[in-house]
């Protein structure tokens, strides 16, 4: 008899390799009963998965360190054994903004991620009232992203601009409502904004960070005690993430996740994003074969730095007081030595291609890495939200 797990997830393009897993029977075949639960919003998702609810959970890199440091929310041991999917969210402004963007700096070229966070930055300058922009949730690399991209042109996230917290689902009719100014999201989103002539994407996860992770597999770190069924899942994981990444079966990943209880949504505005095929808005296109994968590239394999990444961004924006005890669990939250235990063959080495500020993180010494900028001290609430 297979053994039931309950998996949640966010209506994105990135929940692919758990849809993939349950409905072209990988799962099964590993020998387990794979039912998905789709969540309205990140923080009903770290609710359901504190609470037990589900078993495990696609989430955002960043989660399960927050929940295991307790910060922003009760403290729930939480690990991350299998990245689920690297890349794929992007910065969407809308169309006005980017007018008043390309007419604050006509010799740029918006599509560099410097460039036109440049150009924002004159539009920030010269407006008398302080921009609105979305991000998903406070600790997800998509409020970390969009908080160094606008750091490294000069205009600070939390002082020069209003930063709100967004569900993905709604971010696009945020922004037709005019709510928000741009955002930062997961597909479809930005891809969907595009093309209904909403707004314009001005930089990707792809150009700010390369490779950085994404979506994980979350689970409570007590999962692990169950071994042999870990080992089941992982394996069938690991073999939806190689279906999914395969270039042709992207139309039908893209029907499957264009059904109304996965995304519900145009199937063309998903297939663009696996296939890097990319609606910027207002005419403009580009093809990024990386924009977002999910298997090459030893996508799949977690590592200690990537914790440790999460722990420095959320130092430097006045999440988390700085300190060995939280550094340390943060690193241990991400667990390469399950990923070989239950994946020995699988690829874990991959390259590390260099940020766009040609910033390097250095793993080894955050510290130091911390020392190139300016960090806030910690709120009060942490961002709880």
Same mark, same amino acid.
């Given at each position: 008899? $297979?053994?039931?797990? #309950?998996?949640?997830? *966010? %209506?994105?393009? @990135?929940?692919?390799v758990l849809v993939a897993a349950r409905e072209r029977g990988f799962a099964a075949q590993a020998g387990v009963d794979l039912e998905l639960v789709k969540e309205p919003s990140w923080a009903s998702l770290r609710d359901h998965l504190s609470l037990g609810h589900v078993d495990c959970a696609h989430a955002l890199a960043p989660l399960p360190v927050?929940?295991?440091?307790? *910060?922003?929310?009760v403290q729930v041991d939480c690990i991350a054994p299998f990245v689920l999917g690297r890349g794929? $969210?992007?910065?969407?402004?809308?169309?006005? =903004?980017? @007018?008043?963007?390309?007419?604050?700096? %006509?010799?740029?070229?918006? !599509?560099? %991620?410097?460039?036109?966070? &440049?150009?924002?930055?004159? #539009?920030?300058?010269? &407006?008398?009232?302080?921009?609105? =922009?979305?991000? #998903?949730f406070p600790f997800s690399n998509h409020n970390f992203d969009l908080r160094y991209w606008l750091a490294a042109a000069g205009v600070h996230p939390d002082r020069d601009v209003r930063l709100v917290a967004i569900p993905p689902p709604l971010m696009v009719e945020s922004l037709q409502a005019g709510l928000v100014d741009g955002f930062c999201v997961g597909e479809p989103w930005n891809s969907l904004a595009a093309m209904h002539g909403l707004g314009r994407?001005?930089?990707t996860q792809s150009q700010l960070f390369p490779r950085s992770v994404e979506k994980v597999l979350a689970l409570r770190a007590s999962f692990a005690e169950?071994?042999? #069924?870990?080992? &089941?899942?992982?394996?069938?994981? !690991?073999a939806a993430a190689k279906w999914v990444d395969d270039v042709s079966n992207h139309a039908a990943l893209a029907a499957l996740l264009a059904r109304p209880e996965y995304l519900g949504v145009p199937p063309e505005s998903i297939?663009?994003?696996?296939?890097?095929?990319?609606h910027l808005g207002l005419g403009a296109a580009k093809r990024d074969v990386d924009f977002m994968y999910f298997h090459r590239h030893a996508a799949n394999a977690p590592r200690a730095a990537d914790g440790l990444w999460v722990y420095a961004q959320m130092v430097r924006w006045g999440q988390l007081a700085p300190s060995a005890q939280a550094q340390r669990a943060s690193a241990e939250v991400f667990r390469p030595d399950l990923y070989r235990q239950c994946l020995p063959a699988a690829a874990f080495a991959a390259p590390a291609p260099r940020p766009f500020d040609r910033i390097e993180f250095v793993a080894s010494d955050v510290r130091t890495y911390l020392g190139q900028f300016d960090v806030q001290t910690p709120f009060a609430d942490a961002h709880s939200l």
């Amino acid at each position: 008899m $297979n053994e039931r797990i #309950v998996a949640s997830f *966010v %209506p994105l393009v @990135d929940c692919a390799v758990l849809v993939a897993a349950r409905e072209r029977g990988f799962a099964a075949q590993a020998g387990v009963d794979l039912e998905l639960v789709k969540e309205p919003s990140w923080a009903s998702l770290r609710d359901h998965l504190s609470l037990g609810h589900v078993d495990c959970a696609h989430a955002l890199a960043p989660l399960p360190v927050a929940l295991t440091l307790g *910060v922003g929310h009760v403290q729930v041991d939480c690990i991350a054994p299998f990245v689920l999917g690297r890349g794929g $969210n992007a910065v969407t402004v809308s169309t006005q =903004l980017f @007018d008043e963007m390309y007419a604050s700096s %006509p010799a740029e070229s918006l !599509e560099d %991620p410097a460039a036109a966070g &440049r150009a924002l930055a004159a #539009v920030v300058r010269a &407006r008398a009232t302080p921009l609105t =922009l979305g991000m #998903v949730f406070p600790f997800s690399n998509h409020n970390f992203d969009l908080r160094y991209w606008l750091a490294a042109a000069g205009v600070h996230p939390d002082r020069d601009v209003r930063l709100v917290a967004i569900p993905p689902p709604l971010m696009v009719e945020s922004l037709q409502a005019g709510l928000v100014d741009g955002f930062c999201v997961g597909e479809p989103w930005n891809s969907l904004a595009a093309m209904h002539g909403l707004g314009r994407i001005v930089a990707t996860q792809s150009q700010l960070f390369p490779r950085s992770v994404e979506k994980v597999l979350a689970l409570r770190a007590s999962f692990a005690e169950r071994a042999a #069924v870990l080992k &089941r899942l992982l394996q069938a994981l !690991e073999a939806a993430a190689k279906w999914v990444d395969d270039v042709s079966n992207h139309a039908a990943l893209a029907a499957l996740l264009a059904r109304p209880e996965y995304l519900g949504v145009p199937p063309e505005s998903i297939a663009a994003a696996l296939d890097g095929h990319l609606h910027l808005g207002l005419g403009a296109a580009k093809r990024d074969v990386d924009f977002m994968y999910f298997h090459r590239h030893a996508a799949n394999a977690p590592r200690a730095a990537d914790g440790l990444w999460v722990y420095a961004q959320m130092v430097r924006w006045g999440q988390l007081a700085p300190s060995a005890q939280a550094q340390r669990a943060s690193a241990e939250v991400f667990r390469p030595d399950l990923y070989r235990q239950c994946l020995p063959a699988a690829a874990f080495a991959a390259p590390a291609p260099r940020p766009f500020d040609r910033i390097e993180f250095v793993a080894s010494d955050v510290r130091t890495y911390l020392g190139q900028f300016d960090v806030q001290t910690p709120f009060a609430d942490a961002h709880s939200l």
